[in-house]
């Protein structure tokens, strides 16, 4: 499988659609799917979001660009957020508790995970009600069908969807089962409002996939140590 040619392909679909693509390792084990890039300032006009997605592009044609700390793409996708800091405990515990190895050193966790998007929209809130909610819902359906399709998303052994309600796999909608065809396999509780399930793909059991609340304020450490311990072993399993 050669993952440089399928991430490049994403890349170009993304590009052709006017998607975000992502940011880290694209040729790490783990996708994060969060709900949507944090933009302390909302992105108010086409031009704007143009340039976003511009600098996005640029990032992403750079040969490991999250290797150079000092680099001004590098910087624009650092984070300092809960959902960073939840990010980074997650791709930490799972790397290092099966001795599979350790994370490179004290570097950021995108050295070894890639983190994309749901909600193709950068903004200061996911709370969004009435025609904007329909909009976003519209956004994520497109975004959906892009992953859908995507030969370079289906190469990631694990997908961890941090994206709570986003994506729906309920008795009516079943998104998570259609776009990434997978089965549902597991639910686990913690704290109120803090749970994740997992899936599997039936035909390639290779393939991992767990959907999980946003992983910001409130977030339990317990559930995210739990998650870093499915992921670990799974990744172990595969040598």
């Not at 709900?35 to 143009?50: L, T, V």
């Not at 660009?65 to 793409?73: A, F, G, K, Q, V």
């Not at 290779?206 to 304020?217: E, F, K, M």
Request: with cysteine.
């Amino acid at each position: 499988m050669d993952r440089e040619k399928l991430f490049k392909e994403f890349l170009e679909e993304c590009k052709k659609n006017s998607q975000i693509c992502g940011a880290g390792n694209p040729y790490a084990q783990i996708l994060l799917v969060g709900q949507e890039h944090r933009s302390d300032e909302p992105i108010e006009s086409e031009k704007e979001w143009q340039g976003y997605l511009e600098k996005n592009y640029r990032y992403c044609e750079i040969e490991n660009p999250w290797i150079d700390d000092n680099s001004e793409l590098w910087r624009i996708y650092q984070n300092s957020t809960p959902t960073w800091s939840s990010y980074q405990r997650l791709i930490e515990k799972a790397l290092s508790e099966r001795k599979k190895r350790v994370l490179h050193g004290d570097k950021d966790f995108e050295f070894d995970a890639f983190t994309t998007e749901l909600n193709n929209e950068a903004k200061p809130s996911s709370r969004v009600k009435g025609k904007e909610r329909e909009k976003l819902r519209e956004r994520i359906e497109t975004r959906l069908k892009l992953f859908e399709k995507s030969d370079y998303i289906k190469s990631f052994p694990v997908i961890i969807l941090a994206c709570g309600g986003y994506i729906r796999n309920d008795k009516k909608v079943r998104e998570i089962e259609d776009t990434f065809h997978v089965s549902f396999s597991k639910r686990y509780d913690y704290s109120t409002g803090n749970w994740f399930c997992t899936h599997y793909d039936d035909t390639d059991p290779s393939r991992l996939v767990i959907h999980t609340r946003q992983l910001s304020n409130g977030v339990s450490y317990k559930m995210i140590d739990e998650i870093a311990s499915v992921v670990g072993n799974h990744l172990y399993n595969l040598k």
